[in-house]
């Protein structure tokens, strides 16, 4: 799916092939929720039908409502380019936050703009990552293919915990390993030695939701 105001490829006349909806027709809503210039101009957003023409704030208002108890940690210490790809996961999977551990700076490209309704939080270090969680009473459960890793689909994850991954290729650094109090690894089939961090997010976090949390709303 095309993101928010990503450009797209269609001709501005070819109403058949933009994403989301035009201005809107008849009288406009008095709800406070609606943006007014989404609804003068339409609204191309990479948003659920339920969120159209809703104002940002109103939108991360409602989802806050509702987040998860599950949270999503990365370690960022190569500018790894999947951490959009995580965080675009977690906002689908509703997860309460988003924490980027190590640089500050990552490639928001890959996320599609989905932060702009994210939490997203930032540790310089490993030690005050787990210093923060453990201050929450939540779990740090890290996700690798390592030796002594419990098979994900042999386990239930916690309701209130971090799902923390390593950086594409090296995996969870030394120091992250000895903080997680539980090491999960996702089966595999075929001859590749890893999957992309940012598939194995999805699947954690799917794993969570299907254990943990109902149908989403219509």
């Known amino acids: 799916m095309i993101g928010d105001e990503a450009e797209s490829s269609a001709r501005p006349d070819d109403e058949s092939l933009q994403v989301g909806v035009g201005p809107w027709v008849g009288e406009w809503p008095s709800d406070p929720r609606y943006d007014p210039d989404l609804l003068a101009q339409g609204d191309r957003r990479n948003v659920v039908d339920r969120y159209r023409y809703w104002r940002r704030e109103a939108v991360v208002a409602d989802l806050d409502t509702r987040r998860h108890d599950f949270h999503v940690a990365i370690e960022n210490w190569q500018h790894d380019l999947n951490i959009g790809t995580v965080v675009r996961n977690a906002n689908a999977f509703l997860a309460a936050e988003v924490h980027i551990v190590g640089l500050r700076k990552w490639n928001r490209r890959g996320a599609m703009v989905t932060d702009r309704y994210q939490h997203v939080r930032h540790h310089p270090t490993i030690d005050e990552f787990v210093a923060w969680a453990a201050e929450r009473d939540l779990a740090v459960i890290g996700i690798d293919n390592l030796p002594g890793s419990q098979p994900m ?66």
């Open 153 to 218: 689909e042999t386990v239930t994850l916690p309701r209130r915990c971090v799902l923390l991954f390593g950086q594409e290729g090296p995996g969870l650094s030394a120091t992250a390993r000895a903080a997680c109090g539980q090491l999960f690894s996702i089966a595999q089939y075929g001859s590749t030695r890893s999957i992309n961090a940012g598939v194995a997010s999805g699947i954690a976090m799917h794993a969570w939701v299907r254990t943990h949390a109902g149908p989403p709303p219509e």
